[in-house]
């Protein structure tokens, strides 16, 4: 029997013919069998086009298939090389794919393509296609592979394969190579410098940044073709360091360009390769460090989201970073990734040895097992973590530049540059600044540190409740009441939530949401949290203003389950609603500042504004403006009003420029008086 005979297409023809034979015997018995009942299969086949490009399905087998080329006798080659037109005019034929059916190639492709993205050799059909890819990155393996391999039959195989490929990407090789020794690159050859496991530089928001190139693809877009480069950067959870995606582009470009000028590029081909990455790795260490909770100043641009995309924010403000509490609060944007379980593979230099000798294995990678996670055992509130395995410099330098927080001035969740946080620089003499009786402020600040060191040792009968502080400051304004929960927080060196009914808006089911994350974000970070002006929730409910008595009743339920530090501050006393009285631990009542108390606040002001200097006022003068009445506030700006007028007369500050502040003051008093007809 030849070849033909045992064919799949001689078989199908057989079977269709003996199919016929079977259902066309005996016409009347078959015309009596119900749809469905015959025990056998009906081969239907797509005909050809029509002029309108349609096609059906008929009974009638095909006369001009060809037969399948790959079968038992092409089986018995160690390489199938499938082969199309080619169209550049340098040769008639090109390689579209290779398919690799020796067992000793694959075996000896295990080790040349180790960990290449998309590969598996130990599968039965392996395939490779045009260009070629893997084998570009890897040919220097391939060449040390070939050059190794003591098995005979083995060599033989792997010189068929570098015979094969060396002819077909002979151009190719060729143009990479001069490429790299020109230092230029074209859009079309781009992915050439991109080997999967590349350490990849860009400059992301001002900041340089480095990342582990997985793979990359041309893309056309709206705006233009550009070439994707998808990668992974060392990132925090909140709870575990782990690898999260990031995507850079390389938008189309004519002719060839520097490779350093392209938005992203190989670090190694960086001009400072060393500074770089020892900036960088010092910058992977400063954001190991800021991992868990920290509170922090902020001095630059942070990046928020809107509703069509980023925004920038220029931020100066104190600042919490707390990504656990960034996954809570928004859990839209949760950071997720996945776990650093082992070291991150290292592509090797195309043509740079001694970045070879830099970025190739490191001994610290081989002391990790590939089981062990990079997790902690992290408190959450104090930041503290334990049991967290440091990163490796590979890993540092691959640590991402931004870091998930909360900014309290502008009270947003932002993205903020490591470069830009810095240590927060206490204001000591805050709270002996404060204008108080020494027992008051004592008992003040005593309740507060007691409050963060032991708010679980007294609970409710309810699990949960009357477990926080609540402290209400009432007077009229200027007299020191927001400055007193300002210097608790200072003191305590605890951040502050400055917050108001504004903040809150004045929608009940608006109101509960966004009181009810403030608590939370409070408690959480034992925080200081004020409400200033407090009157609209705690002024007494009446039987006519059904909405604002919600308002009250909101707050008086939530406050109930509040854990943490919590200041009110009212300039009507009286009007406070019942309900609050058994919720406040402690009121205070603030009086019109006395004239030695006036006196105090001068110097305060005084030597504040002097830098360090000492002020150029005599008791004498500080005697005359404490006899001013005056609040704190009035105070402030008088000195304010008298610094600006004594810098533009190119002088010190002195009583004759603040006397002449007061005496405007006086003069606009009198004026209203007399208006008001007293």
Request: charged letters at 25%; proline letters at 3%.
């Amino acid at each position: 029997m030849t070849l033909l005979e045992s064919s799949p297409v001689v078989a199908m023809k057989d079977a269709a013919a003996s199919l016929v034979d079977r259902t066309t015997d005996g016409n009347d018995a078959s015309a009596h069998v119900e749809p469905g009942m015959i025990t056998d299969v009906k081969n239907l086949y797509q005909s050809k086009p029509d002029n309108r490009g349609q096609t059906t399905w008929v009974d009638k087998y095909p006369d001009d298939l060809e037969e399948a080329a790959e079968n038992a006798e092409s089986a018995r080659y160690a390489l199938l090389i499938r082969n199309s037109k080619c169209y550049d005019g340098r040769k008639k034929l090109q390689i579209d794919s290779i398919v690799v059916q020796s067992p000793l190639l694959k075996l000896a492709l295990g080790s040349v393509l180790k960990d290449y993205p998309g590969i598996t050799t130990s599968l039965d059909r392996l395939t490779f296609k045009a260009p070629f890819q893997a084998f570009i990155h890897r040919w220097k393996n391939l060449l040390e592979a070939l050059e190794s391999e003591q098995d005979p039959e083995s060599k033989d195989h792997l010189e068929l394969l570098h015979r094969i490929l060396e002819a077909e990407l002979r151009e190719d090789l060729k143009a990479r190579d001069d490429f790299i020794l020109n230092g230029v690159i074209t859009y079309s050859t781009i992915w050439m410098i991109f080997e999967p496991g590349t350490t990849v530089f860009t400059v992301k928001d001002g900041q340089n940044c480095a990342a582990n190139f997985n793979n990359g693809n041309h893309q056309q877009t709206q705006c233009g073709n550009r070439y994707v480069l998808s990668c992974q950067i060392v990132d925090w959870d909140g709870e575990n360091f782990g690898l999260g995606s990031a995507q850079f582009y390389v938008w189309e470009f004519e002719g060839t360009t520097k490779i350093t000028k392209l938005s992203a590029y190989p670090l190694e081909y960086h001009p400072h390769l060393a500074t770089v990455k020892e900036a960088l790795i010092q910058r992977g260490k400063a954001f190991e460090e800021l991992s868990g909770y920290h509170y922090k100043k902020y001095q630059g641009i942070a990046i928020g989201e809107g509703p069509w995309g980023p925004i920038k924010y220029n931020v100066d403000s104190r600042i919490i970073v707390d990504t656990y509490a960034w996954n809570r609060f928004n859990p839209n944007k949760q950071v997720n990734l996945t776990t650093l379980a082992r070291p991150i593979t290292k592509a090797r230099s195309i043509n740079s040895e001694e970045y070879s000798e830099e970025g190739g294995e490191d001994d610290d990678y081989q002391s990790y097992d590939d089981d062990e996670e990079y997790g902690s055992d992290e408190n959450v509130i104090t930041g503290e973590k334990s049991n967290l395995k440091p990163l490796t410099n590979d890993q540092l330098l691959l640590c991402s530049a931004s870091l998930k927080g909360y900014s309290l001035k502008n009270k947003k969740w932002l993205t903020f540059s490591i470069g830009s946080v810095l240590a927060i620089e206490y204001n000591e003499s805050a709270f002996e600044s404060l204008v108080l009786p020494e027992d008051h402020k004592e008992l003040i600040l005593a309740l507060a540190e007691s409050q963060v060191q032991h708010r679980d040792s007294f609970d409710d009968v309810i699990q949960g409740k009357g477990k926080g502080m609540i402290m209400l400051l009432s007077g009229p304004p200027g007299v020191g009441k927001t400055l007193t929960a300002e210097s608790v927080a200072e003191t305590m060196r605890a951040p502050l939530y400055m917050m108001s009914a504004s903040d809150l808006g004045l929608d009940s089911s608006g109101v509960e949401f966004s009181l009810s994350n403030v608590l939370e974000m409070a408690s959480k970070w034992n925080a200081v949290l004020l409400l200033d002006e407090a009157d609209v929730f705690l002024e007494q409910r009446s039987s006519h203003d059904l909405e604002r008595n919600k308002l009250v009743s909101i707050f008086l339920r939530i406050l109930e389950y509040y854990e943490g530090i919590l200041f009110l501050t009212t300039n009507r006393v009286d009007n406070i609603d019942a309900a609050f009285q058994s919720r406040i631990h402690i009121s205070m009542q603030y009086g019109e500042l006395s004239t030695s108390s006036r006196r105090h606040v001068w110097v305060n002001f005084l030597n504040a504004s002097s830098r360090g200097r000492k002020h150029g006022f005599s008791d004498e003068d500080l005697d005359k403006l404490a006899g001013h009445k005056m609040n704190g506030r009035e105070i402030k700006n008088v000195l304010k009003t008298a610094q600006l007028l004594a810098s533009k007369k190119a002088k010190g500050l002195c009583y004759e420029h603040v006397e002449s502040v007061l005496a405007i003051e006086r003069r606009h008093v009198g004026d209203q008086a007399q208006l008001l007809g007293h």
